[in-house]
């Protein structure tokens, strides 16, 4: 019994590396007790804004065995995105992640065959995928699965990659060898809340999202409010500014995925011609894009506040 777990957990953290991805963690399925408390005053003071969806299935986000009855073991994953290439710095800018095509559509397929490589190998298993689209707490299940920790900026952090990766998740109902956590590491640093022109970080390792310049160009659908006049620093989708001070990122490599590889247009595009953009130019440059997340509407309301 105990050569088999070994086995399935060997065949996986091989299926992983085969596929790609940057690190293979794995954890018991379960509830996050240590987490419990922290999401649920998170949720009381309201820092999560107008994402309600954060407060629906309290339950499932904070246990694994609910979300996938009969689940033995949650298998966690780091997918890179450092781009290759660099955005004009004179130009609007829009977060790493979004350069190439929706990480959704590519790391869903991915899991996809790890599933199919797991069964192919080991039989029948009750696998369900996850990719930043169900209620998880992806960051805690990864760092209870020793691939990182979550720094100050409140982003998972790796000795070995910084953090300009996805994460994903496979829940399963099969035993394995369980990882274990790893201490932090941030020490005294305080470049990412130093960095942070709205004060989102507000405290260490504490986020006020309705302050992030994410939030405020992605999930918040309103006009944003005039008090953020001056700070968004010309971006337009998204923001990495907490990631790029980050003194772990200097060991960020270069992504090899070709899928996420930028249209030029992203990368070169003035702020005059960005200013300019069509509804039809949108759909043709950001099709199957996170960017489309935000639609036409919400970039162009972004574009405009800066000006």
């Not at 820092?47 to 629906?56: C, P, Q």
């Not at 450092?82 to 929706?102: E, L, Q, R, V, W």
């Not at 869903?108 to 995928?129: M, S």
């Not at 440059?285 to 919400?298: E, H, N, Y």
Request: aromatic share 12%; glycine share 4%; proline share 3%.
């Amino acid at each position: 019994m105990i050569q088999q777990k070994i086995n399935n957990t060997d065949l996986i953290k091989s299926i992983s590396n085969e596929l790609g991805f940057l690190s293979c963690g794995i954890s018991k399925s379960g509830f996050l007790d240590t987490e419990a408390d922290r999401f649920e005053n998170w949720l009381k003071n309201n820092y999560h804004g107008k994402m309600s969806y954060m407060e629906r299935n309290f339950d499932k986000r904070l246990d694994t065995s609910k979300l996938v009855e009969g689940s033995k073991s949650v298998i966690s994953l780091l997918y890179n995105y450092f781009p290759k290439t660099k955005k004009n710095p004179k130009s609007f800018k829009i977060s790493k992640y979004a350069y190439g095509k929706d990480y959704h559509f590519v790391i869903k397929e991915k899991l996809k065959q790890f599933v199919l490589k797991i069964k192919d190998k080991v039989g029948d298993v009750n696998a369900r995928i996850f990719v930043d689209s169900a209620p998880i707490l992806e960051r805690a299940w990864a760092k209870k699965s020793g691939l990182g920790w979550v720094g100050k900026n409140t982003n998972l952090i790796s000795k070995k990659v910084g953090s300009f990766f996805f994460l994903a998740e496979i829940i399963l109902d099969l035993d394995l060898v369980y990882d274990s956590e790893v201490t932090d590491h941030c020490g005294s640093c305080t470049a990412c809340i130093d960095s942070c022109p709205t004060d989102a970080i507000y405290e260490p390792y504490k986020l006020d999202a309705t302050k992030c310049i994410s939030y405020l160009t992605i999930e918040l659908k309103d006009k944003i409010s005039n008090e953020f006049k001056g700070q968004l620093n010309d971006w337009i989708f998204g923001c990495d500014i907490c990631q790029d001070v980050c003194p772990w990122n200097k060991f960020s490599i270069n992504h090899e995925e070709p899928l996420f590889n930028p249209r030029s247009e992203i990368l070169e595009y003035s702020k005059n011609q960005w200013k300019e953009l069509t509804n039809e130019i949108f759909d043709s440059i950001f099709k199957l894009s996170p960017v489309k997340r935000t639609k036409f509407k919400g970039l162009k309301r972004n574009i405009e506040f800066l000006q």
